[in-house]
């Protein structure tokens, strides 16, 4: 039983196209967050998400929206995909909000070409 | 503004011998303190959480380690390794106070294991 799953594992697509990332956790955590790791390692959070309440990284861009359609579920929509969004995507939960042990996805990898 | 600094970005040691890996934060507020290991391709697994309840923290793998608040530093240890500790690892940080911004993380130390 994975705890946190992500399909797809990778993602080649071309600069200019809309994809998404879909993430699901089986754990019965309230709280859903989407990092991006970039090709030095660096993780960065982008966005949390517990009972509709979204809180957005200011320094991500409004062509990522994330897309939540059930407690279990947090999607991550990119539209208009550039050079500079190819990394490797991580999907976490956790029970609550601050402090809580969070658990990671096996990440997707974006490339964009 | 919460941060974390992991000093070296490769730390490099003999099967066997004791590992250092250095984490150092700020935080504004008592912090939540985490390490997590990262093996090629594959997610992140946490090795251990500092919660206030004992300043010295064991994880898994044999892994530990010392808050000292004074020293704003949070590094983790291993007194024998093996060459299955080989990996990314990440020292992270949250703080104590309302709302939800996730984990900082340090920029990550690669632990290379020599045989």
């Known amino acids: 039983d994975t705890a946190v799953s992500q399909t797809p594992k990778y993602l080649v697509t071309q600069m200019g196209n809309d994809k998404s990332i879909k993430c699901e956790q089986n754990?019965?955590?309230?709280?859903m967050y989407w990092y991006k790791q970039d090709s030095k390692k660096f993780l960065k959070i982008m966005f949390s998400?517990?009972?509709?309440?979204?809180?957005i990284n200011e320094t991500v861009p409004n062509r990522f929206s994330p897309k939540s359609p059930d407690k279990a579920h947090l999607n991550l929509h990119i539209n208009s995909l550039e050079l500079g969004d190819s990394a490797v995507y991580f999907c976490?939960?956790?029970?609550?909000?601050?402090?809580?042990?969070?658990?990671f996805g096996p990440g997707t990898r974006l490339t964009v070409t | 503004a919460q941060s974390v600094t992991q000093l070296g970005s490769h730390v490099s040691v003999s099967e066997g011998a004791l590992v250092l890996l250095r984490c150092n934060y700020s935080?504004?507020?008592?912090?939540?303190l985490f390490w997590y290991v990262q093996y090629p391709n594959q997610g992140l697994q946490l090795l251990l959480k500092?919660?206030?309840?004992?300043?010295l923290v064991k994880g898994i793998n044999g892994f530990e380690a010392e808050f000292k608040k004074s020293e704003t530093s949070f590094h983790l240890t291993k007194p024998s390794a093996h060459m299955s500790d080989a990996a990314e690892y990440f020292c992270?940080?949250?703080?104590?106070?309302?709302?939800?911004?996730?984990?900082?993380f340090g920029k990550g130390t690669h632990l290379i294991i020599q045989p």
């Open positions: 754990l019965g955590h309230d709280t």
């Open positions: 976490a939960s956790s029970p609550g909000w601050r402090g809580e042990v969070q658990y």
């Open positions: 500092y919660t206030s309840a004992a300043t």
């Open positions: 992270a940080v949250s703080d104590s106070g309302g709302g939800a911004d996730g984990l900082t």
């Open positions: 935080s504004s507020v008592p912090p939540y």
């Open positions: 998400y517990n009972n509709k309440e979204l809180i």
